[in-house]
């Protein structure tokens, strides 16, 4: 039996399946490459969904996690730590300098501390309510659940959490109409990016906050795929609201790249909020530990020194342009490119004669056949393939993506 082979066999016997795997044993990564347990080199656009926002194997942040290891792991959030206080000091000046931050461990979990938030603000006028959107996705827990918009992950969990609704995304007066005496906060994400990748105008968000405003209601961001640069500013909405510097939300949430592939999930409020959530209300065992906090930091510090934030806009901006060209060129197998910075979507063309005899969904038949090539992206929706590099992929990394996404386009068309 090859070390593949055991290795899936192993997890396949007892690990609960969850998730439906590609077909790949990873063993160690380099940069923006990673290798399988045959020594086989893929390009990895994908970056563990936005997570490994430096890539894989990087020796300063190696570095970090080792000395802080020998210094100090984990202690309770009873007692006070300089590394969680320096990352938040961070946190908050990246947020715009106000606000407070609380850690936790994920996405879901940093979601969840928002509707706990809310109703727990709004609590003493009974507003529970919170409206979501189509499409949108907020995590895997009972509440993230029936926060999220899409039926596919619904299904055999009722009865749903309640104080939850969806409307379209990116409609104002659906919205507006939707608001009821219980709805008491708003939750968007600037980018959807499981549904994949629709960017929110400035327009749509400028409407919400004055939505919001009017009718007293908390709005509310999920930045977890969306932020940390990955599209050139520390916050998705901070892109998308570029020309109106005074627009904030009243809370957001962030995971995935915080902590540079280590589990870390955050929110950050406004002042009005920053002392909502006192003791008893909410806790965590292992956010914001010294350990995770300190490979934060470090990764901070790269990003920054390295102008990573602008490295984003650059190669995101050619690799759009580039798929754009492609896609001028194969019409009948690619038919939209969309997304900012290094959060990018491709679209595929309906009814590609080349998926036609399998039942598998087209987003994961291309990612299938781009693995096959030495490319590794992640599937979404039923017809879109995501790019999430690491921060610090250079124009080399890019043009290999690209050749083989135009190789195997060409295959496709052929």
């Known amino acids: 039996m090859s070390n ?13 399946p969850t998730y439906s795997r590609f077909d ?74 106000r606000g407070k931050v609380f850690f936790c461990n994920s996405g879901a979990e940093a979601n969840e501390t928002l509707y706990k938030l809310s109703r727990l603000h709004n609590h003493e006028e009974g507003q529970f309510e919170i409206l979501t959107t189509l499409g949108s996705f907020h995590g895997r827990t009972l509440a993230g659940i029936a926060a999220t918009g899409q039926t ?18 990116g409609d104002l007066d659906a919205l507006s109409e939707a608001i009821s005496p219980a709805t008491g906060a708003i939750l968007v994400e600037p980018i959807q990016g499981e549904s994949g990748v629709h960017c929110a105008t400035p327009q749509y968000l400028l409407g919400l906050r004055e939505l919001c405003d009017e009718r007293n209601l908390l709005l509310l961001l999920d930045e977890v795929q969306c932020g940390h640069f990955r599209t050139g500013n520390f916050f998705g909405w901070q892109t998308i ?53 300190a490979h934060a930091l470090k990764a901070l510090e790269i990003i920054e020194r390295d102008g990573l934030a602008e490295n984003a806009t650059d190669i995101g901006s050619y690799i759009a342009e580039q798929i754009g060209q492609l896609i001028a060129a ?9 997304g900012l910075g290094l959060m990018i979507g491709v679209e595929l063309a309906e009814n590609i004669a080349a998926f ?46 690209l050749s083989i996404i135009e190789d195997v386009i060409k295959e496709l068309a052929s």
């Open 4 to 16: 593949a082979d055991s290795i899936k066999q192993r997890i396949d016997a007892h690990v609960i």
């Open 24 to 97: 790949l044993a990873l063993t160690h990564g380099e940069g923006c490459h990673v290798f399988d347990t045959d020594g086989k080199r893929y390009l990895d656009l994908g970056s563990g969904i936005a997570t490994a926002c430096l890539g894989h194997g990087h020796p300063e942040l190696a570095t970090a996690l080792t000395e802080q290891a020998g210094k100090l792991t984990h202690v309770s959030n009873l007692y006070y730590t300089g590394p969680q206080g320096l990352l938040a000091e961070k946190l908050v000046q990246l947020a715009g300098g």
């Open 152 to 169: 596919k992950v619904k299904e055999g969990f009722a009865p749903a959490v309640e104080g939850f609704r969806h409307v379209p995304y």
């Open 241 to 293: 609201m570029s020309a109106y510097p005074d627009f904030t939300p009243d809370a957001c949430s962030m995971a995935k790249s915080l902590a540079a592939g280590l589990p870390m999930g955050a929110i950050w409020t406004s002042e009005t909020l920053q002392d909502v959530l006192g003791p008893g209300t909410h806790g965590t065992t292992f956010g914001g530990t010294p350990l995770v906090c």
């Open 330 to 338: 194969h019409p009948a197998i690619l038919q939209e490119v969309r």
């Open 356 to 401: 036609a005899e399998s039942q598998k969904p087209a987003s994961v038949q291309i990612v299938n056949r781009l693995h096959e090539a030495g490319l590794i992206t992640i599937p979404a929706g039923a017809r879109v393939f995501r790019l999430l590099p690491p921060l610090n992929i250079t124009k080399a990394d890019a043009d290999e993506g």
